[in-house]
């Protein structure tokens, strides 16, 4: 049985060991990809202003910055963020009239980002297959009149991600529940909301509880189902810090990673040259696909049998009496496991656990960190939960050097939250913004990412708005979001590029071209800067310094302000146009409506920001007992079957999201093609396919059959009987259905499929 390997065992059949993470390469690659989109003097301006504190917040991942910032704080992905947003590249009106929408289909995502930023409002009409400008009163005034005709407001939708600031958050969702509707979706759905709805049960609070002080003092740091080398490169940053200080740190992921194998600090200079890198992980367990409430399971009976061994001594009985319930039940359900059947699902020896139990048991302060690979399951919030009860075994909460870290994806998704982007707005919320505004918000829930595509697909939702995104690609089931799309009346997206959600077929469709966060924001009263959340709850500021790619574009608050200006007209009890003029009034209701912004303008204008308050930290658990709850859950039993395997679906080190830099993929050593599906050697050979060899992907989940034609088998280092694919290129194998219990996010990360030679 595979398991638990050293880190500085013999290089495996994968790439990712051939070399540390970042280092030169990094810098090199950031540079030259920013030369080129941007210039070189356009290069410079941007990348020194990046997360400094004058300058403006990273617009890629939501990796907080350090108290004492070094000249260049920011990393290889960080910069390609930057460059995409800076690029010189433009599509004005004559790009649109060159390329209807029929053939702009025909093209691949990676072409559409790659033509450049959106520079003017573009409004497709009923029956025609161009875009056309379009002035923006006009596109106002056209939305605003098909949000008034809808029978009701909930026919309408809100979608938003997780890079819209908190100002224009806090205006969009303001105006969706003036209009009528609590149908706000968004990217959180997709991506952390397993990590929420686990939290606010487990601790009373759907945040982490850490900072980064508390990577400088713990002495275990656990990363599961998380590849910071690609998506948060900072983090690798903290962990290597925490390494030389003699902090451990396990890795939890079937896939051997390379940042988390070894890494070399760009912000070193021996390392830039070459001379230093920091081996990463002390321990890397690579798990079955979906293994980790078994594996979890499995490391928590192992601690049990220690506390059993030294009666008093393991476990944190003081923590367990006075701040827990439910520890007996968690007891029970562990002793009543099969060891047998743990290691079968995990696919780790029970030695390992116990060698990942001891480490634990001999720690002091625990932190563990995840991202998409626990929450996008069907049992996503199982997998989260199961964390939690790890960490409360021994009171690793709520103390320095301690606690949960979901790492979050967008730059603001965490802000957004906290600003009332949800469809499940908590009634407190609501009465506070109807007391600010003087206006009854709507109380019944409204649609998430998953009901607002079958609203949609159902003709119960006519409009759809969008915040940024590219809603109909992120999303399962490509097909079906782009029927879903095809039945509405009107699509309005604010975007700065173009991307296939705008070329769905809804009966008329609008662009509305917005600043970016590089680019400076004129108002009536000034320059204004806006504020987002990062991913430990540190609220900041972020100013935009570059000339904005066209005169013609508007801020994001603007533009939701003009939107909702003409859907509501003079009765709307919201003065929009004062609070586009200032951001500092819109920042003033904020402070007013959410607890925690006390004296939000001047504690933002100071270096660093502020902190907000969370229960959790202090171990005011705000649970109805008022104690955190440990919860357990069934194994989720995954077998896939003979002759398949459990895909999951991975970002590529060259990609955000939706948005495809290049083809390769440098730290899997993968290149020119994206096409591909990572499967064990054994399981190749087994299966009768050989490297290289081109396939066809089959799921059959919900009683539906899908197929994606035209794949590669590539020999990858992964445990057997797992196969990995790019998202977004595999997200037509997985159904709408499919989707966490209770959080709704899509399973992205386990898709039984079928791997074959392709067909003729
Ligand atoms: N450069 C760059 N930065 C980004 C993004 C980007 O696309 N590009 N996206 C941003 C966003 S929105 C987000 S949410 C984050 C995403 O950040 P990540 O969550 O790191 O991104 P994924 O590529 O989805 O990777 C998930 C990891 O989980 C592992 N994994 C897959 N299945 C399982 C499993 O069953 N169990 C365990 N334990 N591990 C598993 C995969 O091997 C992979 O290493 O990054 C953010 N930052
Ligand atoms: N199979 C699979 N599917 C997944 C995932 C996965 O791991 N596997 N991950 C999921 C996750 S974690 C997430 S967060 C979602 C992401 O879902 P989204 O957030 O909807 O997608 P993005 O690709 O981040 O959106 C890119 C678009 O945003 C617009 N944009 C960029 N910057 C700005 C800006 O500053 N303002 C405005 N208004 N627009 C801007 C551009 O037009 C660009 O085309 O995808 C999800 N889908
Ligand atoms: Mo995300």
Known sequence: MSGARDAAAPPAPGPADAAPAAGFEAVRSALSIAQREM???RALRALSLLNQARGFDCPGCAWPDPERRSAVEFCENGAKAVAHEATRRRIGADFFARWPVSRLREQSDHWLEQQGRLCEPMLRRRGSDHYEPIAWQEAFARAGRALRALRSPDEALFYTSGRASNEAAFLYQLFARELGTNNLPDCSNLCHESSGVALGESIGVGKGTVGLADFAQADLILVIGQNPGSNHP??????????????????????????LVRFADPQQPLALLGLASSAIADLYLQLRVGGDIALLKGIMRCVLEAEAR??????????????????????EDLLQQDPA?????????????????????????????WAMGITQHRFGVANVQEIANLLLLRGNIGRPGAGPCPVRGHSNVQGDRTVGITEKPAAAFLDALAAEFGFE??????????????????????????????????????????????????????????????????????????????ERDLQASGAQFVTVEDSMSQVHRSEGRLPPASPALRSEPAIVAGLARAALGSASRVPWEALVADYDRIRERIERVIPGFEDYNRRVRRAGGFTLPSGARTRRFETPSGRARFRSHALPGLEPGPGRWLLTTIRSHDQFNTTIYSQDDRYRGIQGDRRVVLVNPLDLAAAGLEPGMRVDLSSEVEGERRCLRGFRALAYDLPRGCAAAYFPEANPLLPLASHAERSRTPSFKSIPVAIQRAQG
């Open 441 to 518: 918000p709507p109380r019944a829930p409204g649609a998430d990412s998953v009901a607002a595509l079958e609203a949609m697909h159902a003709g119960r939702a006519r409009v759809f708005v969008a915040l940024g995104g590219n809603f109909a690609v992120a999303t399962p089931d490509h097909a079906f979001g782009a029927a879903a799309l095809a039945r509405c009346l009107l699509s309005v997206q604010i975007s700065t590029s173009l991307n296939r959600t705008h070329l769905a077929a809804s009966e008329e469709a609008l662009i509305l071209p917005c600043l970016g966060r590089t």
């Open 234 to 259: 900072r983090m690798l940053g903290a962990l290597a810090a925490a390494k030389r200080r003699g902090c451990r740190i396990v890795a939890i992921n079937p896939l051997r990673e390379r940042g």
């Open 310 to 331: 030294a009666p008093g001594r393991v476990l944190d009985w003081d923590f367990l009496r006075r701040h827990t319930e439910g520890f007996e039940a968690l007891r």
């Open 39 to 41: 210039g070189a003097a």
């Open 341 to 369: 059947r743990l290691e079968r699902d995990s696919g780790i020896s029970r030695e390992a656990m116990r060698e990942v139990a001891d480490l634990y048991a001999a720690s002091e302060r625990v932190i563990a960190c």
